[in-house]
Nanobody, 117 residues
Framework: QVQLVESGGGLVQPGGSLRLSCAAS????????MGWYRQAPGKQRELVAR???????NYADSVKGRFTISRDNAKNTVYLQMNSLKPEDTAVYYC???????????WGQGTQVTVSS
């Protein structure tokens, strides 16, 4: 069973930064895609950022220019650098991984990000 372990969440003031990490228990060298999703209270889970095998990235419009997704294959880890954080970024952030199209994807347990003064 593959495990995804997120870390790096916490409380930060508006305008601050956080870096989330998602460590996989399986090699991500040939993974199809990994991504970060978030879910705020009372809202649906939404895609924040995604990175594919070829290194292509895509972002939600609300985070473009502020968030950056990256991966370290040697560490089987994907990161989400979050800058210029806003209160509306407050949510539980989840890591998602899909190794092969047509198979099951995997989710981490989530990490809370709270942006508040």
């Amino acid at each position: 069973q593959v495990q995804l372990v997120e870390s790096g969440g916490g409380l930060v003031q508006p305008g601050g930064s956080l870096r989330l990490s998602c460590a996989a228990s399986r090699s991500i060298f040939s993974i199809n895609a990994m991504g970060w999703y978030r879910q705020a209270p009372g809202k649906q889970r939404e895609l924040v950022a995604r990175i594919t095998t070829g290194g292509r990235t895509n972002y939600a419009d609300s985070v473009k220019g502020r968030f950056t997704i990256s991966r370290d294959n040697a560490k089987n880890t994907v990161y989400l650098q979050m800058n210029s954080l806003k209160p509306e970024d407050t949510a539980v952030y989840y890591c998602n991984a899909l190794w092969l199209v047509g198979t099951s994807d995997y989710w981490g347990q989530g990490t809370q990000v709270t942006v508040s003064s």
